[in-house]
């Protein structure tokens, strides 16, 4: 897995987009061997980790709601705090 993550940011470096690409599925083909030899199904864990993402996309979006602001006027930034927030 470090490998992979070296190789990923060396193309991050070189900034070519179809480098950083390969590297970056080779970083999640990495981790689903780790999965796989922890006797874990890389499947399931990459369903719950989408969930989890989801449920807070949620909530992040619920507070900008409690706010009175839309999604598509908060900056990155505040999106970034309150991401923070509901983790």
Known sequence: MKEEVVELEAAIVRGRRGAV????????FALAYVARLLNLNPEIALR???NKS?????????QLQAQGRRLGTATLDEMEAIWKQVK
């Open 54 to 62: 989801i449920r807070r996309f949620t909530k992040l979006e619920k």
């Open 21 to 28: 690409t390969e590297e970056v599925s080779d970083c999640f």
């Open 48 to 50: 719950s980790a989408n």
